[in-house]
């Protein structure tokens, strides 16, 4: 079995790799992919094509069990906001193995997110001084 943990909500999806039905964002087990399934809020968008940077997560635990960092990957994530050891784009970083993973949701995206501000980069975010 496979085990992801979103920090800071710390909740946890327990999963078969094997059986995990792709829900056709980013790559295939990858924490975007997770999160669709199980209805948790991963900021995605690009839709998970790699092309923007607000699927960024921070792996905290469990570097082993995930796909290595790709070229694109790479270079798109050079392009993110609060860059650090462990950062990863949560739509192409994927799992390989079973295994536990612990990452965390930078605090610039989930707290404007859950301040009901919608995407910036979907185009439908609100001004605070309208809320
Ligand atoms: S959702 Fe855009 S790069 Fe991951």
């Avoid at 798109?76 to 994927?94: E, I, N, P, T």
Wanted: glycine share 10%; with cysteine.
């Amino acid at each position: 079995m496979a085990k992801v943990t979103f920090l800071p909500a710390n909740v946890t999806y327990e999963f078969d790799l094997e059986t995990l039905p792709y829900q056709e964002h980013g790559k295939p087990k990858s924490f975007l992919d997770i999160a669709q399934n199980n209805g948790f809020h991963l900021e995605h968008a690009c839709g998970g094509n790699c092309a923007c940077t607000t699927c960024h997560v921070v792996v905290k635990q469990g570097e082993e069990f995930l796909s290595e960092l790709e070229d694109d990957e790479a270079d798109k994530l050079d392009m993110a906001a609060d860059l650090q050891v462990g950062s990863r784009l949560g739509c192409q970083v994927h799992f390989v193995r079973d295994g536990e993973v612990v990452v965390e949701i930078p605090s610039w995206n989930r707290n404007y997110v859950s301040e009901g501000g919608g995407s910036m980069n979907l185009g439908d975010a609100i001004p605070v001084a309208k809320k």
